[in-house]
């Protein structure tokens, strides 16, 4: 029992020493932090949304628009693959009728080389064992390509996960620490961002699809036609608001152009010539050579630069851009190019996403619940103090000293590692107030019962923790256990509650037995009792 080394004594105190020092700051407050050294650590816990208010976003996709996207990917690479084809297959015009893809191929002596060109662009729908595509001839020379229904299924789910990255990117790009977002079944997002001054940003920022397009302006396009809404053949329409030329529409090439996904960085900036504000891009290797290739055959003509559907501009292409950068102007403001930056910098969603629920949360009903969780929290604790005194004596302030020690650390490693304090998050520190002690009162329990049995005090103190500890290890692996599955299979605030619980079953184990057993000792070592009053 008196076997507890000098150095076991000073490494326990340096470390329950730190675990203090790193919750001061959390403790103290915004005001107190203000005359917190700056040498020393500073490191919070984050408060969720519960507690220090912010905004809830539900954001939901349209599979149909996922459906749609599709079909035009499939259209310009099955035209990419029949150019590719060494001889070139000539096909007709591509229909997107009722979902399905249609083509003929000219030279019928082709199809079987038009099946073999087009077959590598279907794969597996996951693992379902079907393709994402089906592929029939008809008439001999008619290809239809039907997407499955598995196929469709696995492409929402891909667009889904992608869009949760992308807001992910662009709320850390905001600034704003420790946001939740989840997936919600199969096409929504739940978004919630403790602390947000400016919700109407977010909205803004997360209902921007972000999708960029540089597509050449199709001069044949008649104005008449265009007022109407009618497109040419092989090309299409987009609102250009403004448009020198009057017209609220423009005509641009539907294939050929190029897409934002090749971006590599986007900034705000200023034109040299206006001073304006607008947003400069830069491609990546592909992207560069590429737009290089488009501005080199088309000099002397204008490409529009589409996003979200709305023609920002469409410039005259005066000379190659061969930089692999490029500069989008319009109507911005600072703050609204530095927003499309941060988009584009992101990626582009996928999938258009429609907020079908939105909530705010003042800071005023999260103080209201700090006050009132604080408040249980003190009597809570109160009551176990008083209760461990009254009972064990000595041993209860042991025990006691333990359970403060245990709480400064639970707030110490959830300040490490910047985890978000939740209203359940409070309810777990109370949970583990309560169960910190059951240790200890296991513990002493077994001292009495030895005592009663005859053994020699420092006898009853040495089988009281050896026995008491293994109930205690096989108890707390248990709770473990169920704070990992909450924390696995809960979201937001179940988390929050599974981080607390867990974290504090951890230090509460190694304050209960580690920590008091080290007090006895010390005070064994000094006093040499011939009794125990516990």
Known sequence: MLDFPRWKVISISLLLAFG????????????GQKYWPGFLPNETINLGLDLQGGSHILLEADP??????????????????????????????ISRRDGVLSFMVRDSTQVDAAREAILPLTSGAGLTGQRDWDIEVRDDTRFVLTPTAAGLENAVTNAMDTATDVIRRRIDEMGTREPTIIRQGDTRIVVQVPGLDDPEALKALL????????????????????????????????PYPD??????????????????????DAGQGFAPET??????????????????RLTQNNVGRPFAIILDGLVLSAPNINEPILGGSAQISGNFTVESANQLAIALRSGALPVELKIVEERTVGPDLGKDSIDK?????????????????????????????????????????MAIFNATLTLP???????????AVDANVLINERIREERRRGRRV?????????????????ANITNIIAGVLLFMFGSGPVKGFAVVLMIGIASSVFTAVVVTRMLVVLWVRRARPQELVI
Not at 20 to 31: A, H, K, T, Y
């Open 64 to 93: 149909a628009d996922v459906a749609t996207m599709r079909l035009e990917t499939m259209e310009e690479s099955v035209r990419a693959e029949m150019r590719r084809a060494d001889p070139r297959i000539g096909i007709g015009d």
């Open 373 to 413: 969780g604080m408040i249980a929290a003190i009597i809570a604790t109160a009551a176990v103090l008083a209760f461990m005194i009254v009972t064990y004596g000595r041993f209860g302030v042991y025990a006691n000293i333990a359970l403060a020690l245990n709480l400064f650390i639970i707030v110490g490693v």
């Open 425 to 435: 998050g409070i309810a777990g520190f109370v949970l583990t107030v309560g169960s």
């Open 207 to 238: 209902g921007q699809t972000a999708k960029l397009e540089f597509k050449l302006v199709d001069f044949d396009a008649d104005p008449n036609a265009l007022a109407a809404g009618r497109p040419p053949i092989g090309s299409q329409i987009f």
């Open 243 to 264: 448009n020198p030329s009057g017209l609220p529409n423009i005509a641009v090439k539907r294939l050929g152009g190029i897409s934002g996904d090749k971006l590599t």
């Open 458 to 474: 420092l006898q009853a103190i040495e089988v009281g923790y050896k026995e008491a500890s293994r109930a205690i290890f096989d």
């Open 275 to 292: 001073n304006a504000p607008v947003v400069n891009i830069t491609f990546d290797s592909e992207g560069g050579s590429k737009f290089a």
């Open 20 to 31: 203090v020092l790193m919750s001061l700051p959390s403790l103290i407050g915004e005001s």
